[in-house]
């Protein structure tokens, strides 16, 4: 019975044993422990590589396996994901796969980067803490970059200028330099593919379409293009394609385009405002501002580019225009642009052909765009273009009265007759005014009218941005026969902002009287043409004037009696010989 008892404890102490062994063999491995992730396609975009990591348990009981703390531990600054965050295994040899998505982060350098090791328990066993050290290594492949390009693009100029007698085409080239920025040898093939009809493109030296470029290497490649002559000024997109392909795989397709420069040339342009000339130096630059009611010119000097040894050098019908770029601003200019017509040029000829306009009385004050362009062609059809843009500006100032008319009904009349005078005033100004003052006067004619407190609205488009007015004059039968200068002036308040000077002729009895309207010339007051002792008391002018027609008439009646009395003379001594 007691020996029972011993064998009793003895077997339960081997199972308790069994147990113990058993638990403590228990465990999860996961292969690999150390990943090496090689990247050759590296291209400083953000890109995505996985890993996989076998999760296996020896023994028979179920383990939970979580991985959670992983995501927070692991891989600092870059995206890192598990496919199964936490699974179980259930018996001796099952085994969980897990795929590891990690994000390399966009222009990291190549170059090897150590992540770290991966470590986590397994709460319900008791054993050591698996690792697994992770190493990705980042290279570039063979990166070949295309330089000498023009906004991405090969550019090539057509110059008709370097023609001489019967040449029939024109050529360019063109050095693009192609450089291997990558860490591999690259293999480089170059193929021209659609290239336009008429045109040709070739690579003129042997072995410039296929070759090997080593890192770090260079290489440069000539491109020559060959145009016909009958080409429109321009550029022609599309000209061709140049196919880049490095190691077997396409990295780019370029454009090649063509221009071909213009054989007509804006050489100089010089702006006039109310006769001041200035230079515009290029296009787009703003001319002097300008004034509502401003004469302006454009003097455009324009060059034949051809040369003159070229048998077809000369430019035919030859069209300018001055349009402005918003058609609304055109329409507030009223068409009134005057063109000169179509002429012709011959090789290295220039000329010079002005236009001219007047800025209307209501213009905005703005800035208008407005584009000057001309437009040929060469005796081989093709049509050559050149345009200027240029900003005019027109400013208001804050006081601005003129005289906008300032007429005699009558230019000449007889001592005793009537004449009228006629003023416009107008306001260019960007304010109101109610304090005008308009002065006519001479005092030969006893004429010496002032009307004051002349109201006139700064609005262009209100009637009574204008005023006008008609001065009856009626010449005295005591005023002898001359020339008059009429002189009207307006002011605001004392300051004279404008004047014009009226010349009216008062003939004698039996001369002809001219009674159409002549043009009045409205030029500047001169002191001396009103006489030396002319000033401007309280509004009016002050001053003399000679009638000169009346000497002139006591000089010749004298001639006449002092002739009289010699043929009287010679008369007589012919009487007495006799």
């Given at each position: 019975?007691?020996?029972?008892?011993?064998?009793?404890?003895?077997?339960?102490?081997?199972f308790?044993?069994?147990m113990?062994?058993?638990?403590a063999?228990?465990?999860?491995?996961?292969?690999p422990?150390?990943v090496?992730m090689?990247i050759?396609?590296?291209n400083?975009?953000?890109l995505?590589?996985?890993?996989?990591?076998?999760?296996?348990?020896?023994?028979?009981?179920?383990?939970?396996v979580d991985?959670?703390e992983?995501?927070?531990?692991a891989?600092?600054g870059?995206?890192f994901?598990?496919s199964?965050?936490?699974?179980?295994?259930?018996?001796?040899?099952?085994?969980?796969t897990?795929?590891?998505?990690?994000?390399?982060?966009?222009?990291?350098?190549?170059?090897?980067?150590d992540?770290?090791s991966?470590?986590?328990?397994v709460?319900?066993?008791?054993?050591?803490?698996?690792?697994?050290?992770?190493?990705?290594?980042?290279w570039?492949?063979a990166?070949?970059?295309?330089?000498g390009?023009t906004?991405?693009?090969?550019?090539?100029e057509?110059?008709?200028?370097?023609?001489?007698e019967?040449?029939?085409?024109?050529?360019?080239?063109?050095t693009l330099?192609l450089?291997?920025?990558?860490?591999?040898?690259?293999?480089?093939?170059l193929?021209?593919?659609?290239?336009?009809?008429?045109?040709?493109?070739?690579?003129?030296?042997?072995?410039?379409n296929?070759?090997?470029?080593?890192?770090?290497?260079?290489?440069s490649?000539?491109?020559?293009l060959?145009?016909?002559i009958?080409?429109?000024?321009?550029?022609?997109?599309?000209?061709a394609?140049?196919k880049?392909?490095?190691?077997?795989d396409e990295?780019d397709?370029?454009?090649?385009e063509?221009?071909v420069?213009?054989m007509?040339?804006?050489?100089e342009?010089d702006?006039?405002i109310?006769?001041?000339?200035?230079?515009v130096?290029?296009s787009?630059?703003?001319?002097?501002?300008?004034?509502?009611?401003?004469?302006?010119?454009?003097?455009?000097?324009i060059?034949?580019?051809f040369?003159?040894?070229?048998?077809?050098?000369d430019l035919?019908?030859?069209?300018?225009?001055?349009?402005?770029?918003?058609?609304?601003?055109?329409?507030?200019?009223?068409?009134?642009?005057?063109?000169?017509?179509?002429f012709?040029?011959d090789?290295?000829?220039?000329?010079?052909?002005?236009?001219?306009?007047?800025?209307?009385v209501?213009a905005?004050?703005?800035?208008y765009?407005?584009?000057l362009k001309?437009?040929?062609?060469?005796?081989?059809?093709?049509t050559h273009?050149e345009e200027?843009?240029v900003?005019?500006?027109?400013d208001?100032?804050?006081?601005?009265?003129?005289?906008?008319?300032?007429?005699?009904?009558?230019?000449?009349?007889?001592?005793?007759?009537?004449?009228?005078?006629?003023?416009?005033?107008?306001n260019?100004g960007?304010r109101?005014?109610d304090d005008?003052?308009?002065?006519?006067?001479?005092?030969?004619l006893?004429?010496?009218f002032?009307?004051?407190n002349?109201?006139?609205d700064?609005n262009?488009?209100?009637d009574d941005?204008v005023f006008?007015?008609?001065?009856p004059?009626?010449?005295?039968?005591?005023?002898l026969?001359g020339t008059f200068n009429?002189?009207v002036?307006?002011s605001?308040?004392?300051?004279?902002?404008?004047?014009?000077?009226?010349?009216l002729?008062?003939?004698g009895?039996g001369?002809?009287?001219?009674?159409?309207?002549?043009?009045?010339?409205?030029?500047?007051?001169d002191?001396?043409?009103?006489?030396?002792?002319?000033?401007?008391t309280?509004?009016?002018?002050?001053?003399?004037v000679?009638?000169?027609?009346?000497k002139g008439?006591t000089?010749?009646?004298?001639?006449?009696?002092?002739?009289?009395?010699?043929?009287?003379?010679?008369?007589?001594?012919?009487?007495?010989?006799?």
């Amino acid at each position: 019975m007691k020996n029972n008892k011993i064998v009793s404890m003895l077997l339960v102490s081997i199972f308790s044993l069994l147990m113990l062994a058993s638990f403590a063999v228990a465990e999860v491995e996961v292969t690999p422990t150390n990943v090496v992730m090689e990247i050759g396609n590296y291209n400083g975009e953000m890109l995505m590589t996985t890993m996989d990591l076998e999760f296996t348990k020896t023994g028979d009981d179920t383990e939970t396996v979580d991985l959670s703390e992983l995501l927070e531990a692991a891989l600092t600054g870059w995206e890192f994901d598990l496919s199964v965050n936490s699974f179980d295994l259930e018996f001796d040899g099952d085994y969980q796969t897990v795929t590891a998505s990690i994000s390399v982060p966009a222009d990291v350098d190549s170059g090897t980067y150590d992540l770290g090791s991966l470590e986590w328990t397994v709460e319900s066993i008791d054993q050591t803490p698996i690792n697994v050290d992770v190493n990705i290594n980042l290279w570039k492949p063979a990166d070949v970059v295309v330089n000498g390009l023009t906004e991405g693009k090969v550019a090539m100029e057509v110059d008709y200028s370097d023609l001489r007698e019967d040449d029939e085409e024109e050529t360019d080239e063109v050095t693009l330099t192609l450089k291997n920025e990558g860490e591999l040898t690259g293999e480089v093939s170059l193929e021209l593919l659609d290239i336009l009809m008429d045109y040709h493109v070739e690579f003129p030296n042997a072995g410039s379409n296929s070759f090997t470029l080593d890192v770090g290497e260079e290489k440069s490649v000539v491109l020559k293009l060959t145009a016909p002559i009958d080409v429109d000024s321009g550029t022609t997109t599309d000209v061709a394609d140049l196919k880049v392909t490095v190691n077997g795989d396409e990295v780019d397709t370029i454009d090649i385009e063509a221009t071909v420069k213009s054989m007509m040339e804006i050489t100089e342009l010089d702006v006039c405002i109310d006769g001041d000339c200035e230079e515009v130096d290029e296009s787009g630059d703003e001319t002097d501002k300008v004034s509502p009611g401003s004469e302006v010119e454009f003097e455009v000097e324009i060059e034949n580019l051809f040369d003159e040894n070229y048998d077809d050098c000369d430019l035919e019908n030859i069209e300018i225009t001055l349009n402005f770029v918003d058609e609304g601003d055109e329409d507030d200019f009223e068409d009134e642009i005057d063109l000169d017509d179509e002429f012709d040029l011959d090789g290295e000829e220039n000329t010079v052909v002005t236009l001219s306009f007047d800025v209307p009385v209501d213009a905005e004050e703005e800035s208008y765009e407005l584009v000057l362009k001309l437009e040929a062609e060469d005796e081989n059809g093709a049509t050559h273009t050149e345009e200027w843009i240029v900003f005019l500006d027109v400013d208001r100032e804050r006081d601005d009265i003129r005289i906008d008319r300032a007429d005699l009904t009558m230019n000449t009349v007889s001592s005793g007759d009537e004449t009228s005078i006629v003023i416009k005033l107008r306001n260019y100004g960007s304010r109101d005014q109610d304090d005008v003052v308009l002065t006519v006067f001479n005092e030969a004619l006893g004429l010496n009218f002032q009307q004051m407190n002349i109201e006139l609205d700064e609005n262009p488009d209100r009637d009574d941005n204008v005023f006008t007015k008609t001065i009856p004059l009626a010449i005295s039968e005591d005023v002898l026969a001359g020339t008059f200068n009429i002189d009207v002036r307006v002011s605001l308040g004392d300051e004279e902002v404008d004047h014009r000077l009226l010349t009216l002729t008062v003939v004698g009895a039996g001369e002809e009287v001219v009674e159409d309207n002549v043009e009045v010339i409205n030029a500047p007051v001169d002191d001396d043409v009103l006489g030396g002792d002319s000033q401007l008391t309280g509004g009016s002018v002050i001053g003399t004037v000679e009638s000169t027609q009346s000497k002139g008439m006591t000089s010749f009646m004298i001639v006449v009696v002092v002739l009289l009395v010699i043929l009287i003379a010679l008369m007589l001594g012919v009487l007495i010989k006799k």
